[in-house]
């Protein structure tokens, strides 16, 4: 039970994780595939960004009287830096796949993938 | 299908807030080394002051002020400024990326010329954002089709 | 000179920039981007050709991105293992990029051939960019620029390449996902990204739950990036559906950067005696890559469509690399990376040949090739080069790979092994013999206009042809001089 209690943000993120993945499995809609991937990669950020926290800690500005600093005292700034690349990795591949799904709905004039296969393997 | 919905309430307060927003997406990005904040952040921010006017207004509205051609020319020039400040210092002597010796060039110091440098960057950095967030609404909204809308 | 002193980084920043300009200049003068991406790309064969001449003099160096010493600052470290890579992908990105204008100028519309240009270098940005650098997380961001560059050039191709693209983005960025996630895990319990520092600080965790879920979660990211067993669904749509010149860039490239990088995980980041003895992965990818080899090779025999063809027989060529990797000794290890070069100069040349014949007869179909062999006789040619090296005979280059391979799994008494690699060269011989028999002694069904590819297609082709001659005669030379050096000292 201590296990589940002091660990409890990380059954939350790898939740999240799962839920994602079902959606990506399970839903026959392309866009809620999508959707589904957007939420796999959201919990990862979640999770980098909190490796980042520290007990007690502030923001890591440093303000200009201060004099020796304590690095204890302030929180880590690398991982919030590095998800805001990943957040946009994460924009843009949403971008490029919303375009492609336009160009599968023009020529398809469905987004369903089991009517998709039904006219692909129709055509043949 | 866009239907022009014209409503004075709408179109006048979503007027008046834009410079208020691009103001702040400036700020953002000024403020972006020294307190949250940065590039990023900013040129999402300047992007949706752009939106706003597509949603409230009509799209052909949008792209009187920022057409798919000019989008598509800011991204590439803030990609340009960026890379363009990192060549700077290469040509120089020092490493790619390395803001210091810009002080040689600049009648600055050297702790204010790494501050410059990284300034720099984040306005390139907000120039793209900028430009790719109204491209990404234009492209979207408009079916991938890019013509001119008939307005009802 | 100021270009030799920074040429670890100018091969990559100088086609990142010259995309960007591509799109300016493009929307001025459409004629302009060709002459520009061949240029660029030609200069950063020079680059690359220079950087593999000064390890070889001096041995490994590196370069600090911004002056920061590392590992507070980004670094690319160039070793023989990188030099060797990075030379292969920007010969492959030059030969392409002349071979792409003729072959692009029928399958897309002429108002996007500027943006075409543009991926194109940001494709080869990003793969120079993955192979140079030393951190962690700039793998990630690069691993992403290419593979986005990749969805949007697969899918202007035919009618089917959207949903093919489609599909790829899906797996292709659960992939990369975890690869974050396991660069994440590391961060967490070492707190650095740069693989020297982390080949250091790693040895006293390897008992640490957190260190072997990192570690699996990077081989599962990596596999579905470089489409290995169970996780190939997405190849055989996305490059049978794309133009020409896009799929046999990508074909050549894309997957062989992948497995650099899980070689730079399994044996540089972490010992290799994490993966044989302590968490002892490398015998469950040993059996799957051998599943990997065998299904590829029987699939690739159903298939009638050349290009499909093609494409499971990248399924089994990754089998034979990563096979080669988790043998774990010297003779493995030497015949999978020598194999890396060997399969994107035969990949290459076949795919490049693929191209041709579409764009001269218009048909994928295999049956309809009768009478080529005597229409278009130097690629046919090609075909038969690249036919007669991935049977593995020699003095081809792959018949010096899969010796080194099958050595290697002799030493190690793995005769299932031994087996599969080859009953795989027997089906590829069947196969490709199968294709010669309709090429040179069928007749053509329509006696139409069909004569041999321009100039500016078939240089590339007989070009990569001959490699496949010229690394066979001097396949000692190469591991003498270079592939000796990069077997981790364990072995």
Redesign the interface.
């Known amino acids: 039970m201590d296990f589940i209690i002091t660990k409890y943000h990380y059954w939350f993120y790898v939740s999240l994780m799962m839920v994602g993945l079902y959606a990506m499995i399970v839903k026959k809609n392309f866009v809620k595939k999508l959707v589904g991937m957007n939420i796999f990669q959201t919990s990862i950020i979640l999770f980098f960004v909190s490796s980042a926290t520290k007990i007690h800690a502030t923001i890591p500005i440093i303000q200009e009287t201060e004099g020796i600093i304590n690095p204890a005292h302030y929180m880590n700034p690398l991982p919030h830096v590095l998800m805001l690349t990943a957040i946009v990795v994460m924009v843009s591949s949403f971008g490029v796949a919303l375009a492609l799904l336009i160009m599968i709905y023009k020529k398809y004039k469905t987004l369903d993938e089991d009517e998709i296969l039904d006219i692909m393997r129709n055509k043949q | 299908m866009i239907r022009r919905f014209k409503n004075v309430v709408i179109e006048t307060v979503c007027r008046l807030m834009t410079p208020f927003l691009q103001l702040f997406g400036l700020y953002v990005i000024a403020h972006g080394h020294?307190?949250?904040g940065?590039g990023?952040q900013g040129g999402c921010i300047l992007g949706s002051s752009f939106i706003l006017m597509a949603i409230s207004y009509d799209i052909d509205f949008a792209k009187k002020y920022m057409s798919e051609?000019k989008a598509?020319?800011y991204?590439?020039?803030g990609?340009?400024i960026y890379?363009?400040i990192?060549?700077v210092c290469?040509?120089i002597?020092?490493?790619?990326?390395?803001?210091?010796i810009l002080h040689t060039i600049l009648p600055v110091d050297l702790a204010r010329a790494r501050a410059m440098g990284i300034l720099g960057i984040e306005i390139g950095v907000g120039i793209t954002?900028m430009a790719?967030m109204v491209s990404?609404y234009l492209?979207?909204v408009s079916?991938?089709r890019h013509v001119e809308e008939k307005v009802e | 000179m100021i270009v030799l002193e920074h040429a670890a980084i100018l091969v990559v920043v100088i086609p990142l920039l010259v995309s960007f300009f591509n799109v300016i200049i493009g929307l001025w003068k459409k004629n302009l981007c060709y002459p520009m991406t061949v240029l660029t790309l030609g200069f950063c064969l020079i680059l690359t050709v220079n950087i593999i001449v000064s390890v070889i003099e001096i041995g490994t160096f590196s370069y600090r991105l911004g002056g920061w010493t590392p590992p507070w600052g980004i670094e690319y470290v160039i070793d023989h293992l990188n030099a060797y890579i990075a030379i292969i992908v920007s010969f492959i990105s030059f030969i392409f990029a002349i071979y792409s204008r003729k072959s692009i100028e029928k399958e897309i519309s002429s108002e996007k051939i500027p943006y075409f240009y543009t991926l194109y270098l940001l494709l080869a940005a990003g793969l120079l960019g993955i192979t140079l650098t030393g951190d962690l997380f700039n793998i990630f961001v690069f691993l992403e620029i290419t593979s986005l560059s990749a969805y949007a050039l697969i899918a202007i191709g035919d009618e089917n390449a959207p949903l093919a693209s489609f599909n790829y983005l899906i797996m292709g960025t659960i992939g990369a996902c975890f690869y974050l996630l396991g660069v994440g895990y590391l961060y967490i319990s070492t707190g650095s990204l740069n693989i020297a520092d982390l080949a250091g600080l790693l040895p006293g965790l390897y008992h640490s739950k957190t260190i072997i879920a990192a570690f699996g979660f990077f081989i599962v990211g990596i596999a579905v990036k470089i489409a290995f067993f169970p996780f190939h669904i997405w190849l055989p749509d996305a490059y049978t559906h794309a133009p020409s010149a896009v799929s046999a860039f990508v074909a050549s490239t894309m997957t062989k950067v992948g497995a650099y990088v899980m070689i730079r995980i399994m044996y540089t980041v972490f010992e290799p005696r994490f993966s044989t003895d302590i968490l002892p992965i490398t015998a469950i990818l040993g059996w799957i890559a051998a599943a990997a080899i065998i299904f590829g090779s029987i699939l690739a025999l159903a298939q009638k469509d050349i290009k499909r063809i093609l494409s499971y027989i990248i399924i089994a060529e990754v089998g034979y690399i990563v096979m080669g990797v988790s043998i774990a000794n010297k003779s493995g290890f030497t015949g999978a990376v020598l194999h890396i070069m060997n399969d994107a100069l035969m990949m290459a040349c076949l795919f490049s040949v693929a191209g041709a014949i579409i764009y001269r007869t218009g048909s994928r179909d295999i049956y309809t090739f009768g009478g080529l062999g005597r229409k278009m006789p130097f690629t046919m040619a090609a075909l038969f080069v690249s036919a007669v090296s991935i049977a593995g005979l020699p003095p081809t280059a792959g018949f010096f790979s899969k010796w080194y391979l099958l050595l290697g799994t002799i030493y190690e008494k793995k005769w299932i092994f031994a087996g599969s690699l080859i009953f795989s060269s027997l089906v590829n011989a069947v196969i490709f013999f199968r294709i010669l028999e309709i090429v040179y002694f069928k007749k053509h069904p329509q006696t139409g206009l069909i004569k041999e590819v321009p100039m500016s297609m078939l240089i590339p082709i007989l070009i990569t042809a001959g490699g496949i001659l010229i690394t066979g005669f001097y396949s000692g030379d190469i591991i003498s001089s270079i592939i000796r050096f990069a077997v981790p000292r364990e072995f």
């Open positions: 020294y307190s949250p940065g990023f051609i598509t020319v991204a590439c020039l990609v340009i890379g363009g990192g060549m290469l040509l002597g020092a490493n790619y990326l390395d803001y210091g954002v790719v990404i492209n979207l079916g991938g």
